[in-house]
C-alpha cells in the first residue's frame, strides 16, 4: 500500500520567515495530494492541492510543489504569521485505491510573534 | 462549499456500551464517506470506507464487528462502537467525497470518552 512520509515533525520559524514541509509518497498511482491544516480538537481543513499533471500551484502564501518523478511533494508558506501556528498534513490519494488517502504524521508549525 | 457534519461532537460512555456517531452530508450525495481515528499528536488512522447499500471495507487491524459502520443513504454514514472500552477513547472524525476529483470534506470529530 501506500507509505507517506512527512518531515519535520516540528517546525519554528519567526514571524515573516517561510516555512516548508516535505512529504515523499510511494504509490506511483497516486494522483492527488491535498495539504490540510489541523487546530487542536478540530477537523483537518484543506488550504491548497494539487493533482499529478500539475507541478506547482499557488494561492497568495502558500503553495506547493510536486515532483512525480522522485514521488515528492512540499508545502510552502511565506510571510508566517502566528495563526499559522497549528498542525500540518498531506496526503496522497489513488484513484486506484478507491480513492483513499494516506495521511503523513503531522509537522506542527509554530510562528513565532 | 461542501459540507458535512457529525453528531455527536463529544460523548462520555461507561465501559461496555455501545456509541453511535453520525456523519452526514448536508449539500451534496457523498458516493463514498471515510471513517478515521485520531489519537493525541497523532495522524489520521484510517479506519473504513464507506459506501451507500454496500458493507464497509475494513483497513486491516479494524475489527468490523466491534466498529459496525452502515451507510443506509447517499447523505448519512454511521459509526457504532460496540462494548466500548477505555482504550476505544480517541478522536473519530469522518469525511465524505461526492467521488469527482477525491476531494474529501471532513466533518468535525467526535470525542469519544470511555470511563
Known amino acids: 500500500g501506500e507509505n507517506v512520509e512527512q518531515h519535520p515533525s516540528t517546525l519554528s520559524v519567526q514571524e515573516g520567515d517561510s516555512a516548508v514541509i516535505k512529504c515523499t509518497y510511494s504509490?506511483?498511482?497516486?494522483?492527488?495530494f491535498p495539504w490540510y491544516k489541523q487546530e487542536l480538537g478540530k477537523r483537518p481543513q484543506l488550504i491548497i492541492d494539487?493533482?499529478?499533471?500539475?507541478g506547482e500551484k499557488k494561492d497568495q502564501r502558500i503553495a506547493v510543489t510536486l515532483n512525480k518523478t522522485a514521488k515528492h511533494f512540499s508545502l510552502h508558506i511565506t510571510e508566517t504569521q502566528p495563526e499559522d501556528s497549528a498542525v500540518y498534513f498531506c496526503a496522497a490519494t489513488s484513484n486506484t485505491n478507491a480513492g483513499k488517502s494516506t495521511f503523513g504524521d503531522g509537522t506542527t508549525l509554530t510562528v513565532k510573534p | 462549499g461542501a459540507v458535512v457534519s457529525q453528531h455527536p461532537s463529544r460523548v462520555i460512555c461507561k465501559s461496555g456500551t455501545s456509541v453511535k456517531i453520525e456523519c452526514r452530508s448536508l449539500d451534496f450525495q457523498a458516493t463514498t464517506m471515510f471513517w478515521y481515528r485520531q489519537f493525541p499528536k497523532k495522524s489520521l488512522m484510517l479506519m473504513a470506507t464507506?459506501?451507500?447499500?454496500?458493507?464497509?471495507?475494513?483497513e486491516q487491524g479494524v475489527e468490523k464487528d466491534k466498529f459496525l459502520i452502515n451507510h443506509a443513504s447517499l447523505t448519512l454514514s454511521t459509526l457504532t462502537v460496540t462494548s466500548a472500552h477505555p482504550e476505544d477513547s480517541s478522536f473519530y472524525i469522518c469525511?465524505?467525497?461526492?467521488?469527482?476529483?477525491?476531494?474529501?470534506?471532513f466533518g468535525p470529530g467526535t470525542r469519544l470518552t470511555v470511563l
Open positions: 469525511s465524505a467525497t461526492p467521488g469527482l476529483d477525491n476531494e474529501q470534506f
Open positions: 494539487i493533482r499529478s499533471n500539475v
Open positions: 504509490d506511483s498511482a497516486s494522483n492527488y
Open positions: 464507506s459506501n451507500e447499500g454496500s458493507k464497509a471495507t475494513y
